[in-house]
């Protein structure tokens, strides 16, 4: 009976590893398009920067929300190197949203707060 199992679990992970080799790994879009802003550190403490990668003139505003989807913080104006104090914020995972000038996102991400 041992037999019988040792055989039935080398036969379904031979068969796991098979299916898994014949799957094409699926594009992430957000690879595709070149990312607008990028934020450091992460996971941060007291204080998180924005960089913009773009040299348009273009406003911007920036809005946080915590993971549960409330917004905890706005910058309405984002400059090329916004910083963030975190001072006020928990714990935690964060979502970040970077609006352009008609509320259209343009890029968006998350970051964690450890204290």
């Known amino acids: ?21 014949d799957r094409k790994p699926v594009p992430d879009r ?3 398009s070149a990312r607008i802003v990028k934020f450091y550190p992460n996971p941060a403490t007291s204080y998180i920067t924005f960089d913009l ?8 505003h920036l809005q946080i929300f915590n993971f549960i989807g409330k917004k905890v913080q706005e910058v309405s104006k984002v400059t090329p190197k916004t910083t963030v104090n975190l001072s006020d914020f928990y714990r ?7 609006k352009d000038k008609n ?7 998350k970051f964690q707060v450890s204290k």
Request: charged content about 15%; proline content about 0%; hydrophobic content about 40%.
């Open 53 to 60: 990668q773009q040299g348009d003139n273009q406003t911007y």
């Open 1 to 21: 009976m041992k037999i019988f199992y040792a055989l039935s679990t080398i036969l379904l992970l031979a068969i796991t590893e098979a299916r898994s080799q």
């Open 30 to 32: 957000r690879e595709a």
């Open 103 to 109: 509320g259209k996102v343009v890029d968006s991400g």
């Open 92 to 98: 935690g995972m964060y979502i970040f949203q970077l």
